[in-house]
């Protein structure tokens, strides 16, 4: 699998970690991260993944800063991305077959080094279980569909 990986200067020694992991896995990777310390703005790094998971340049993201969550938002203002913010394997696994989610957002000040190399290959091990599921991915599809579009209605309930 091809997964695109970014990280500000928060996220800079949990990458090394998430890097080493998905090359024992086998996976292909595009490292759009810094290598420095010096601060960053983390949606600069999300946006750059984030459109090649859209594009198709990659099959997932991984996106880690300080907390996962300035990425986690960032990632998720670019249409056709679901990121999510993890912090345990049960959330990571739960996100990939309940919510289709494509992007990881991880955070080095949060997690430690063994919990996020468990969560990086629980997530990518789980995949999309559908059913139900496509029905509610779905919806968030139209949601955002409706904001890009201009065709929200303030307090309206819509008929995804």
Known sequence: MRIAVGNDHAGLRLKQDVLEVLKQ????I??????????????????????????GQADLGIL????????????????GIRAVTCTDTFTAHCSREHNDA???CLGERVIGSG?????????????????RHQRR????????????????????????
Request: net charge negative; hydrophobic share 45%; glycine share 14%.
């Open 25 to 28: 896995l086998g996976h292909q």
């Open 30 to 55: 595009a490292d759009m991260g810094i290598a420095g310390t010096e601060p960053v703005d983390y949606p600069d790094f999300a946006r750059e993944v984030c459109v090649a998971v859209t594009g």
């Open 64 to 79: 880690i800063c300080g907390t996962g969550l300035g990425m986690a938002i960032a990632a998720n203002k670019v249409p």
């Open 102 to 104: 494509n992007v990881l």
């Open 115 to 131: 919990v996020a190399r468990d969560i990086v290959a629980t997530w990518l091990s789980a995949s999309f279980l559908g059913g």
């Open 137 to 160: 991915v779905d919806k968030i599809a139209q949601i955002e569909k409706e904001h890009l579009l201009g065709q929200h209605v303030p307090g309206g309930k819509g008929n995804a």
